[in-house]
């Protein structure tokens, strides 16, 4: 047999395996693993890991929110991204007012199509003015769109009877609804009086958004959608008491599935001590939350009550951060991991101890191209795209802003120390990042 590129004497990594291998690759895909498989263009990968490409189901590219838009763009988004071993993402559609479900993908399909270096997908926001579209959602579901984003916060946020009735209109079309889950009218009573009684700084952000809310909006959304008879995936969880509701609904027989992400596992409310801007850069929402919620949640990790790590990166720049200092809610909120996170979780999770090589896998690329019915990603198998990440388990990389290729100029991960890079990214049968250098064209990226 002929190949167009075999990865040879590497160490497979899967959801489910490790073992020994050579990868050929034709046209694009994975057509043999399997030992001493020979061509003439070779990637050497002795001493290596080779895991499936990095799936980061969570990223919002030049999102426009309020009057900024976040940093980074289809094309600087998607190149950081490679850089840290990520082949898929799935980002956002936000419909205007007076366009239809349908147009609002296809323009957004468009822009990300311009830039994107690796292969996306698009979430649909049903954002309050879609209520009255949600005979569109068949359509949308039809053209690309298999999952609908619900916020239960900010002013995109549905009340319950508007997600229930989203919730039918998803499942009917087959769709699957994703939230963001916190208690939105307390959050915000309490915001207001803690900036009335003078509690401005950074540190109270966590405290106007504590866990207990996050949970009750989490267990919530469960029940509405155990009613509506919808399978239901939560959106970055930062606490202990509402991956409890998740798993206590799992145990009752409901499809409810979890997502966390990397600032929730590397970082904690220490950030927030930092002087001036620094403490309020790690802004984001829910909040970096203690220590022992951090070990917490690695813990249910390791028991896999957890589905999918993802990014949620969505940074602004240190100036539009700084514009906010007066009070912590006028911080825009966000942090960038979309390239550390493949990464950081190795370093973190496997090297540490809390979960499996094949757990880390799992999270990253299996289960997320499963949920989200992403079928030729995910997973190192005969047929599959050829989405491949050559992972040096002991490079050492210090995260700086200098170290990354995140537009936003700053990282909440500053002078954190990893164990363990991508050294050679593979995007559908194309070398797209090797030994720190970028390959890829600009537009390479497809709609998957
Ligand atoms: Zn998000």
């Given at each position: ?338 390239e550390m996170r493949f990464s950081s979780i190795y370093s973190r999770g496997v090297r540490d101890g809390f979960i499996t090589v ?91």
């Amino acid at each position: 047999m002929s190949y167009d590129l075999v990865i040879k004497n590497g160490t497979l990594v899967t959801a489910s395996s490790t073992y020994k291998a050579d990868i050929g690759i034709k046209n694009g895909r994975i057509i043999a693993i399997a030992e001493k498989l020979e061509c003439d263009k070779i990637v050497d990968a002795t001493d290596r890991l080779v895991t499936p490409g990095a799936i980061d189901t969570h990223v919002h590219l030049e999102m426009p929110i309020g009057k900024y838009t976040s940093t980074d763009d289809f094309y600087t988004g998607t190149k950081a991204a490679a850089f840290g071993g990520t082949t898929t993402i799935i980002d956002f559609v936000e419909a205007g007012e007076n366009q239809t479900l349908v147009d609002a993908l296809e323009e957004r399909k468009s822009k990300a199509e311009s830039r994107s270096i690796i292969d996306f997908g698009l979430h649909m926001t049903i954002m309050p003015h879609d209520i009255k579209k949600l005979n569109q959602v068949q359509a949308a579901f039809d053209a690309g769109c298999k999952s609908f984003k619900i916020y239960m916060a900010y002013g995109n946020k549905l009340n319950d009877g508007e997600i229930l009735l989203a919730f039918e209109a998803i499942g009917e079309a087959g769709g699957l609804p994703i939230v963001h889950a916190e208690n939105w009218d307390a959050i915000t009573t309490l915001i207001d009086k803690n900036i009335k009684e003078g509690n401005t700084g950074p540190e109270w952000h966590t405290k106007s958004r504590p866990a207990i809310l996050e949970a009750e909006a989490v267990g919530r959304v469960i029940d509405l959608a155990t009613y509506a008879g919808v399978p239901v995936h939560i959106f970055h969880i930062s606490c202990p008491e509402a991956i409890e509701r998740v798993k206590n609904a799992r145990i009752q027989g409901h499809y409810v599935t979890a997502e966390t992400c990397p600032q929730y596992l590397c970082l904690t409310d220490e950030v927030f001590e930092a002087e001036g801007v620094e403490g309020a850069l790690p802004i984001c929402s829910p909040p970096i939350r203690g220590i022992v919620d951090q070990l917490e949640l690695w813990e249910y990790l390791s028991s896999e009550s957890f589905h999918t790590i993802s990014s949620d990166h969505c940074p602004f720049t240190l100036k539009e951060k700084e514009a906010g200092m007066e009070a912590f809610n006028k911080v825009p909120g966000g942090v960038p991991s979309i390239e550390m996170r493949f990464s950081s979780i190795y370093s973190r999770g496997v090297r540490d101890g809390f979960i499996t090589v094949n757990q880390w896998v799992d999270l990253c690329c299996t289960t997320p191209a499963w949920l989200f019915g992403l079928e030729s990603k995910g997973d190192i198998q005969v047929g599959k795209d050829a989405d491949l990440v050559v992972f040096n388990p002991s490079k050492e990389v210090e995260l700086s802003r200098e170290s990354l290729h995140e537009e936003a100029g700053w990282t909440p991960y500053k002078d954190q120390k990893i164990t363990g890079w991508p050294e050679v990214t593979i995007s559908r049968g194309e070398i797209i990042v090797e030994n720190g250098k970028c390959l890829a064209e600009k537009g390479r990226g497809q709609f998957i």
